[in-house]
Antibody
Framework: QVQLVQSGAEVRKPGASVTIVCRPS????????IHWVRQAPGQRLEWLGR????????EYSPKFQDRLTLSRDTSATKASMELRNLTSEDSATYYC???????????WGQGTPVTVSA | QSALTQPPSASGSPGQSVTISCTGT?????????VSWFQQHPGKAPKLIIY???TRPSGVPDRFSGSKSSSVASLTVSGLQAEDEAVYYC???????????FGGGTKLTVL
């Protein structure tokens, strides 16, 4: 069965960076893009970007363009996101999700809570 | 960043039907058939229940249905069950500068 397992909770100070890893299984990793979405406490879901695993094509939300990097390692079957220059507003749960078709996020990871605090 | 508008809450009794709206503009829902709905239970990841306006993924009960008229998408839950109590989010293609946008979520309460 399709599963996406994410790395564990992170705590960072303002100005630091965080990297979250997503490890999919149960399907051909290179055949589907990976999207990243976050959710601050009590807030709506927010799309960060996506990476097309097969050809490494990336697309970022303009809001995060300057400080977000998405990557993948096909040999290790994992996708990663790095968010830099963190502020308290980046405190949220971050999700990876498998993409299918156009904007169809059909399977999600369990989420990774990130807390940014001095 | 533009966003979609949902009512904050909706409710119904077991067995009843409830419809949740998702209002966008001519730049997003109005020009896109890439509307999805997600169900999220507390402490859990979102779950896809409708995509491409009205298509249900395998395993999602046919009690869930989606539709769209102009710039408003709708999710109808028929034959409400206790396990349907959750927060429901809509999403849509938002254009080149807002690739994927979400609604604020609707908390569905089964009375």
């Amino acid at each position: 069965q399709v599963q996406l397992v994410q790395s564990g909770a992170e705590v960072r100070k303002p100005g630091a960076s965080v990297t979250i890893v997503c490890r999919p299984s149960g399907y051909t990793f290179t055949s589907y893009p990976i999207h990243w979405v976050r959710q601050a406490p009590g807030q709506r879901l927010e799309w960060l970007g996506r990476i097309t695993v097969g050809n490494l094509n990336t697309e970022y939300s303009p809001k995060f363009q300057d400080r977000l990097t998405l990557s993948r390692d096909t040999s290790a079957t994992k996708a990663s996101m790095e968010l830099r220059n963190l502020t308290s507003e980046d405190s949220a749960t971050y999700y990876c999700a498998r993409g299918r078709g156009y904007l169809v996020l059909d399977f999600w990871g369990q989420g990774t809570p990130v807390t940014v605090s001095a | 960043q533009s966003a979609l508008t949902q009512p904050p809450s909706a409710s119904g009794s077991p067995g009843q039907s409830v419809t949740i709206s998702c209002t966008g503009t001519s730049s997003d829902i109005g020009r896109s058939d890439y509307v999805s709905w997600f169900q999220q239970h507390p402490g859990k990841a979102p779950k896809l229940i409708i995509y491409d306006v009205k298509t249900r993924p395998s395993g999602v009960p046919d009690r869930f249905s989606g539709s769209k008229s102009s710039s408003v998408a709708s999710l109808t839950v028929s034959g409400l069950q206790a396990e349907d109590e959750a927060v429901y989010y809509c999403s849509s293609y938002g254009g080149r500068d807002n690739y994927m946008i979400f609604g604020g979520g609707t908390k569905l309460t089964v009375l």
